[in-house]
């Protein structure tokens, strides 16, 4: 009785997800294929980027530490996966072209990460340190550190 309960979970699992499969494939070919990357991988590269291009890209500032006092803690956790994602994103294309021996275009976006998630840490640090419960301030000082 359990062995066939077992199986026929499984077997419906496994038919929901094939139809769910069908049918998110079916939706995927019909939007867009560069709004998602079929390699997680690629995400560590720019995508679009030509090298050949005549006109320089623009990339913006990086972040003031006035602006991100008006940040929610949520808001802050956000901003700095997204910035670490592009810090890795950089330097693996700058290692890339590193090992090829070319020149890695635009390499003042580095610094502009670093020292806007230098001052995320700085923002957080300031709200641990205001913080009234000395519990609570020394466990977002340890989250804090640990990033």
């Given at each position: 009785?359990?062995?066939s309960r077992t199986f026929a979970r499984t077997l419906f699992a496994a038919a929901a997800r094939s139809k769910t499969y069908s049918s998110s494939a079916a939706a995927a070919t019909a939007t867009d294929a560069a709004d998602k990357p079929r390699n997680p991988l690629e995400e560590f590269f720019e995508v679009g980027r030509d090298a050949e291009s005549d006109k320089p890209?623009?990339?913006?500032?990086g972040w003031k530490a006035s602006e991100?006092?008006?940040?929610?803690w949520d808001d802050l956790h956000k901003l700095w996966y997204v910035l670490l994602k592009e810090k890795n994103m950089l330097m693996t294309q700058r290692q890339m072209l590193n090992s090829q021996n070319l020149r890695f275009p635009?390499?003042?976006r580095i610094p502009k990460v670093r020292k806007s998630m230098c001052r995320?840490?700085?923002?957080?640090?300031?709200?641990?340190?205001?913080?009234?419960d000395p519990r609570r301030s020394a466990e977002m000082k340890?989250?804090?550190?640990?990033l």
């Open positions: 009785m359990y062995l890209i623009v990339y913006g500032r991100l006092r008006l940040k929610s635009n390499p003042e995320i840490k700085q923002v957080l640090t300031e709200r641990a340190i205001d913080e009234p340890r989250m804090i550190n640990a």
